[in-house]
């Protein structure tokens, strides 16, 4: 019975583990897009998708383009500027839009 107890403990220990780092990663890409003001242009009604809405139907690798390099994945006239953010705070931009994101 105490293996059994110590067993249960350790799945869910490793369950809650990266369920909280998600919501760190989450936490971190929200502060991020607060920093760079990205709500100015992506709100209900703003000029841009919403961030409740930009990541529906897209791949990771298509969101990291868009703000990477919008010219290229969004087209030459997209008003979108290009952001320089290391492979860490991408992961936590993904992380934040998956979290908004309506399905």
């Known amino acids: 019975m105490k293996y059994r107890f110590l067993g249960i403990a350790l799945i869910l220990a490793g369950v809650a583990i990266p369920a ?42 298509f969101l990291k383009q868009s703000i990477l390099n919008p010219k290229q994945a969004l087209g030459p006239n997209t008003r979108m500027p290009a952001y320089k953010f290391n492979e860490e705070e991408m992961q936590a931009m993904l992380h934040y839009l998956r979290s908004v994101s309506k399905p």
Do not use: P, Q, V
Not at 27 to 44: F, M, P, Q, S, V
């Open 20 to 61: 909280a780092a998600d919501c760190d990663m989450a936490e971190t890409g929200k502060a991020l897009a607060d920093k760079n003001r990205c709500a100015i242009c992506h709100k209900d009604g703003g000029m841009a998708t919403s961030m409740a809405k930009m990541a529906e139907g897209k791949t990771d690798e």
